[in-house]
């Protein structure tokens, strides 16, 4: 029987292929110096796409096993056996064991379908571009003269920057730091990676939300910490599990996405807020709170107070940026903590990266400051709430019968739970051949049967058209 590469199997066919060949070269099949098959004969053979073929050649000339000479195709190397041939790393083998984890393949897969089709996009975090401030960008290059060094910058971030952000989150936000407690980062991503890397060893316990976007990141993983989850309800979490997480597992640190939390929408009640703190002061562990979206409230009430503000006893190391506000291509975030700590991220950031590059900090500090950014701020929460309304009246149209969701007062996700047990993987492969993605919402936690509608994304009159498609796509599994 002829032998063919096992598809159902764990192992990626093209190395199930190199295998193959290198036990014919092993058995005497195919001698030193001989021809291998045409890469379209073998894919023909072995019905599978040129590109698997071809990665198999290069698994086996990395391997020294097969040389290439143009227009004579691929030969089994004349020194196959022997060490006097120079030879290429084993890249796979290099990749595969890196102790930084990749993101997981269904993410890998969101994000290239995202930057390679026109899709109506429902799994981004990012903001349209109709929502971004272009003209404020250009109006601040057109008219302020930049004169600030062109050299490295200080490890915490620009002064200037440092002092506007104190200000910002003073009078947005109640928020009392000087410039000295902030550390200006690449986006609130950076924040999390060195919080992570700085304060916390191998083996180390920690909870986050349960569902949550930490949920779907590998940096947990990569530094080898214990992660315990926190089920996130109407309210919120439920601090009182803190504690007993604690009396288990000894957790060192607590992540928070308290308010329009992602994915669910949801805010952590001023009770359960107040709580966490004092929870958290008694046991002498860290809150780290993530806020990418409290100035995003479509009520006309104050913002929600952040734990940052709130906290009379120093446990919360508070992470923002102006991704979810101005533009995530701008990689401006910040951390606020105690001196001490912030030291020790600058120090680690520097090692990274040698401070934050002047240009984007001249340009988020002229915007933080300037009188544009609160008409800014007004016409980004006026726009979101069109877009969540216009999303929900088609959800209620179209797919009333097949999910349910809790309408979030701010923020950019909408949480939605499937009527009946579908695959969420399935319906997004079926979306996709719709010209539609959204993001599974195993993908964020435990629960299966949800998925992640963002709405900060897909432009207004493109989301009625989306959710139509979602719904062809959903009739036939």
């Given at each position: 029987?002829?032998?063919?590469?096992?598809?159902?199997?764990?192992?990626?066919?093209?190395?199930?292929?190199?295998?193959?060949?290198?036990?014919?070269?092993?058995?005497?099949?195919?001698?030193?110096?001989?021809?291998?098959?045409?890469?379209r004969s073998l894919a023909k053979s072995f019905d599978v796409n040129r590109g698997t073929i071809i990665a198999a050649y290069d698994e086996l000339y990395s391997n020294g096993m097969v040389e290439r000479i143009k227009g004579s195709g691929t030969k089994v190397s004349t020194d196959v056996w022997g060490l006097t041939r120079t030879r290429i790393p084993n890249w796979d083998l290099y990749v595969e064991r890196g102790s930084f984890l990749p993101n997981l393949p269904i993410y890998q897969h969101?994000?290239?379908?995202?930057?390679?089709?026109?899709?109506?996009?429902?799994?981004?975090?990012?903001?349209?571009?109709?929502?971004?401030?272009?003209?404020?960008?250009?109006?601040?290059?057109?008219?302020?003269?930049?004169?600030?060094?062109?050299?490295?910058?200080?490890?915490?971030?620009?002064?200037?920057?440092?002092?506007?952000?104190?200000?910002?989150?003073?009078?947005?936000?109640?928020?009392?730091?000087?410039?000295?407690?902030?550390?200006?980062?690449?986006?609130?991503?950076?924040?999390?990676?060195?919080?992570?890397?700085?304060?916390?060893?191998?083996?180390?316990?920690?909870?986050?939300?349960?569902?949550?976007?930490?949920?779907?990141?590998?940096?947990?993983?990569?530094?080898?910490?214990?992660?315990?989850?926190?089920?996130?309800?109407?309210?919120?979490?439920?601090?009182?599990?803190?504690?007993?997480?604690?009396?288990?597992?000894?957790?060192?640190?607590?992540?928070?996405?308290?308010?329009?939390?992602?994915?669910?929408?949801?805010?952590?009640?001023?009770?359960?807020?107040?709580?966490?703190?004092?929870?958290?002061?008694?046991?002498?562990?860290?809150?780290?709170?993530?806020?990418?979206?409290?100035?995003?409230?479509?009520?006309?009430?104050?913002?929600?107070?952040?734990?940052?503000?709130?906290?009379?006893?120093?446990?919360?190391?508070?992470?923002?940026?102006?991704?979810?506000?101005?533009?995530?291509?701008?990689?401006?975030?910040?951390?606020?903590?105690?001196?001490?700590?912030?030291?020790?991220?600058?120090?680690?950031?520097?090692?990274?990266?040698?401070?934050?590059?002047?240009?984007?900090?001249?340009?988020?500090?002229?915007?933080?400051?300037?009188?544009?950014?609160?008409?800014?701020?007004?016409?980004?929460?006026?726009?979101?709430?069109?877009?969540?309304?216009?999303?929900?009246?088609?959800?209620?149209?179209?797919?009333?019968?097949?999910?349910?969701?809790?309408?979030?007062?701010?923020?950019?996700?909408?949480?939605?739970?499937?009527?009946?047990?579908?695959?969420?993987?399935?319906?997004?492969?079926?979306?996709?051949?719709?010209?539609?993605?959204?993001?599974?919402?195993?993908?964020?936690?435990?629960?299966?049967?949800?998925?992640?509608?963002?709405?900060?994304?897909?432009?207004?009159?493109?989301?009625?058209?989306?959710?139509?498609?979602?719904?062809?796509?959903?009739?036939?599994?």
């Amino acid at each position: 029987m002829e032998w063919k590469p096992d598809k159902q199997s764990d192992i990626p066919i093209y190395k199930q292929i190199a295998d193959y060949i290198q036990k014919r070269i092993a058995y005497g099949e195919y001698p030193p110096g001989s021809s291998l098959p045409s890469e379209r004969s073998l894919a023909k053979s072995f019905d599978v796409n040129r590109g698997t073929i071809i990665a198999a050649y290069d698994e086996l000339y990395s391997n020294g096993m097969v040389e290439r000479i143009k227009g004579s195709g691929t030969k089994v190397s004349t020194d196959v056996w022997g060490l006097t041939r120079t030879r290429i790393p084993n890249w796979d083998l290099y990749v595969e064991r890196g102790s930084f984890l990749p993101n997981l393949p269904i993410y890998q897969h969101i994000h290239e379908e995202i930057h390679e089709r026109n899709l109506i996009n429902f799994a981004s975090g990012e903001l349209a571009h109709d929502l971004m401030p272009y003209e404020n960008f250009r109006e601040i290059l057109r008219e302020h003269e930049f004169r600030q060094s062109l050299g490295y910058e200080h490890p915490q971030g620009n002064l200037d920057l440092r002092h506007t952000i104190a200000k910002h989150l003073k009078q947005h936000k109640n928020i009392e730091c000087t410039s000295q407690s902030i550390l200006v980062t690449s986006g609130a991503q950076q924040a999390l990676h060195l919080l992570i890397q700085c304060l916390l060893n191998p083996g180390d316990a920690v909870a986050y939300e349960d569902p949550s976007y930490a949920h779907s990141l590998p940096t947990f993983r990569s530094a080898g910490l214990k992660t315990y989850k926190l089920p996130v309800s109407e309210h919120g979490i439920n601090p009182e599990e803190i504690v007993h997480l604690h009396k288990r597992h000894k957790i060192k640190m607590v992540f928070l996405n308290p308010i329009f939390q992602n994915p669910t929408g949801t805010v952590l009640s001023v009770e359960r807020r107040k709580r966490v703190l004092e929870i958290t002061a008694e046991l002498g562990i860290p809150v780290i709170e993530d806020d990418p979206y409290s100035l995003i409230s479509f009520s006309e009430q104050t913002t929600p107070a952040t734990l940052k503000s709130m906290d009379k006893n120093g446990t919360v190391l508070y992470i923002s940026s102006l991704s979810k506000l101005a533009a995530s291509g701008l990689r401006i975030g910040w951390i606020v903590g105690p001196h001490n700590v912030i030291h020790r991220l600058a120090d680690a950031k520097q090692q990274i990266d040698f401070g934050h590059s002047i240009l984007p900090q001249w340009l988020a500090n002229e915007f933080l400051r300037s009188e544009s950014f609160e008409t800014h701020l007004q016409h980004v929460k006026h726009r979101l709430l069109e877009k969540r309304n216009v999303l929900i009246s088609a959800l209620q149209e179209e797919l009333s019968d097949h999910l349910t969701f809790q309408i979030p007062d701010g923020g950019i996700h909408l949480w939605c739970r499937l009527a009946s047990k579908i695959n969420e993987y399935r319906l997004l492969e079926e979306s996709l051949k719709n010209g539609v993605i959204f993001v599974p919402g195993s993908l964020l936690g435990s629960q299966t049967g949800h998925i992640r509608l963002t709405y900060g994304r897909a432009e207004t009159e493109s989301i009625p058209e989306g959710i139509a498609r979602l719904k062809q796509a959903l009739l036939k599994l």
